[in-house]
Nanobody
């Protein structure tokens, strides 16, 4: 049974930092592409950061230089380190894993973790 379990969300002040974690099980983690998506007030789920199994990463322009995606294949965990957080980063953050299928219904999704950036 595939599981993706996010943790690390919460309330943080503008300029603060958070690290999200996503523990995976039930599939070949080392061979998977991984990503973080977020869904804010627009109710649209957008890609934030991607790490392909090759190690190549990609970020949406709004988070470049502030967010870092990483993976630990020994722990089957993907991380999203977020710094210099802004109110517009507030959203539910979802972990996503797939094999050439990121972001689709054929990929795997976590349940989401809320990040709120507010003073």
């Amino acid at each position: 049974q595939v599981q993706l379990v996010e943790s690390g969300g919460g309330l943080v002040q503008p300029g603060g930092s958070l690290r999200l974690s996503c523990a995976a099980s039930g599939f070949d983690f080392r061979r998977a592409d991984l990503a973080w998506f977020r869904q804010g007030s627009s109710n649209v789920r957008d890609s934030v950061a991607t790490m392909f199994r090759s190690g190549r990463t990609a970020y949406v322009d709004a988070v470049k230089g502030r967010f870092t995606i990483s993976r630990d294949n020994d722990k089957n965990t993907v991380y999203l380190q977020m710094k210099d957080l802004k109110p517009e980063d507030s959203a539910v953050y979802f972990c996503n894993a797939g094999f050439g299928t990121l972001g689709t219904s054929s990929s795997y999704w976590g349940q989401g973790t809320q990040v709120t950036v507010s003073s």
